[in-house]
């Protein structure tokens, strides 16, 4: 059964007359153990909700418009928080006084189903994904020595990863998974006997391999970098190795390396042959090469377009020959390493687009630098920026909002 915490005001369900007393026993006829049993089975336009009012129980219809959340908030649906301490834990190198929902160290299986995060798994989750048929989730591996892994996570024992994710491929449930790259603790042997171990793995779709990222603010954590251009060629040249076999038992390419590695190395950005069935572009893996396939196109518009550093040189190669500007925005919120443009900072735009002393043309934004709530990492909506820049501010979603 399910408790409510809380019903929106304005939503389907707060049209509906059921009270922060009621409780939920089944949504179109499946009995509710928890919140996501709720999210899993309304995910139509009409529902039945089964519910308990004190000894009466009672049966109801809700609808709501496509698109449109049903309203509630239930008991225990916050997501199980982390507690591994992982050496390179993006969240722990935040800088001080930062919106504090972006601080949830989130480490639960079903909100990997739902959203595509990264869990570290455990014999928990595990039960979970298999009791709900949860498939695909998203595993974050990095390393398959359950000894350096432990290290890596920062717990002080042995973490084994490989026997998890084969309970999970005999019960049928497919997984993605994620390396991040640690130079001197993952790397070399280390990664070479990792995607050995992940390729035995049936129902292993996919292997991200990312760089480490690293912000300013890692007082007091334990000291690492990221690869240098040999190690990020090596990288690649081992992922590159791995594919080749993929390809002869599986006819995918199967791992795929970030497109930083690639900027790292000076290597060229692969064509979109090389990323044939990825779906890990929110990773930051084969967006470069989806953005070089504009590199043809006539763009009639202009305009100055803010990017981060990692992206700025191929979009002028894109854009040559246009009217638009193409402005590189220095990440000072997190630091220079920190290259993508879904981590820059309103107020990095602000101070790039005053440097520059840039034409009085409309500035584009990437909408990956905000969030639900059209806000940055530092809380500054378009409207804020536009006063602060004095430029009419527009939004894209891609490159081709630009032609």
Same mark, same amino acid.
């Given at each position: ?83 591994r301490k992982c050496i390179f834990c993006f969240i722990d190198q935040l800088p001080p006084g930062i919106r504090p929902s972006l601080l949830v160290k989130d480490d639960d299986i079903r909100y990997s189903f739902l959203h595509g995060t990264y869990v570290t798994l455990d014999r928990n989750d595990v039960s979970i994904a298999i009791k709900k048929n949860l498939s695909s989730v998203h595993v974050s591996v990095h390393v398959s020595d359950p000894v350096q892994r432990g290290r890596l996570l920062g717990t002080g024992r042995d973490e084994p990863i490989i026997p998890l994710l084969e309970t ?17 603790? &993952?790397?070399?042997?280390? +990664?070479?006997?990792? !995607?050995?171990?992940?390729? $035995?793995?049936? @129902?292993?779709?996919? %292997? ?74 929110? &990773?930051?893996?084969?967006? +470069?090469?989806?953005? !070089?396939?504009?590199?043809? $196109?006539?763009? @009639?518009?202009?305009? %100055? ?99």
């Amino acid at each position: 059964m399910l408790r409510i915490r809380s019903i929106h005001p304005g939503s389907p369900a707060s049209r509906t007359g059921l009270k922060k007393t009621d409780i939920l026993v089944a949504c179109n006829g499946e009995i509710l153990d928890d919140w996501f049993d709720f999210v899993y089975n309304a995910n139509g336009t009409l529902i039945t909700i089964k519910y308990k009012r004190g000894i009466q129980t009672r049966n109801m219809t809700i609808r709501r418009i496509p698109g449109i959340e049903w309203g509630f908030e239930f008991e225990g649906q916050a997501p199980r928080i982390c507690r591994r301490k992982c050496i390179f834990c993006f969240i722990d190198q935040l800088p001080p006084g930062i919106r504090p929902s972006l601080l949830v160290k989130d480490d639960d299986i079903r909100y990997s189903f739902l959203h595509g995060t990264y869990v570290t798994l455990d014999r928990n989750d595990v039960s979970i994904a298999i009791k709900k048929n949860l498939s695909s989730v998203h595993v974050s591996v990095h390393v398959s020595d359950p000894v350096q892994r432990g290290r890596l996570l920062g717990t002080g024992r042995d973490e084994p990863i490989i026997p998890l994710l084969e309970t999970l491929s005999n019960a049928g449930i497919s997984v993605e998974t994620q390396i991040v790259i640690v130079p001197e603790w &993952n790397n070399g042997m280390f +990664l070479e006997r990792t !995607l050995r171990d992940l390729l $035995r793995i049936p @129902s292993v779709t996919s %292997v991200g391999v990312v760089p480490v990222g690293i912000t300013l603010f890692r007082n007091g954590l334990q000291d690492i970098r990221r690869p240098t251009a040999a190690e990020a060629a090596e990288i690649i040249h081992q992922c590159d190795n791995w594919r080749r076999k993929a390809m002869r038992t599986r006819g995918t390419p199967w791992v795929y390396p970030a497109d930083e590695l690639f900027s790292i190395s000076g290597k060229d950005i692969p064509d979109p042959a090389y990323y044939k069935e990825c779906t890990l572009r929110e &990773n930051g893996i084969g967006l +470069l090469s989806d953005l !070089l396939e504009y590199e043809s $196109r006539d763009f @009639s518009g202009r305009g %100055v377009i803010c990017t981060g550093t990692l992206a700025a040189p191929f979009m002028k190669r894109v854009l040559a020959g246009s009217e638009y500007q193409i402005l590189a925005v220095n990440n000072t919120f997190f630091g220079p390493e920190v290259g993508v443009s879904g981590l820059l900072a309103g107020n990095d735009i602000v101070k790039s687009v005053r440097a520059e002393n840039v034409s009085s043309d409309p500035v584009f934004l990437p909408r990956s630098m905000f969030n639900h709530d059209m806000l940055t990492l530092d809380d500054l909506s378009p409207v804020d920026i536009a006063q602060l820049t004095g430029h009419e501010i527009k939004i894209a979603c891609g490159v081709e909002d630009l032609i």
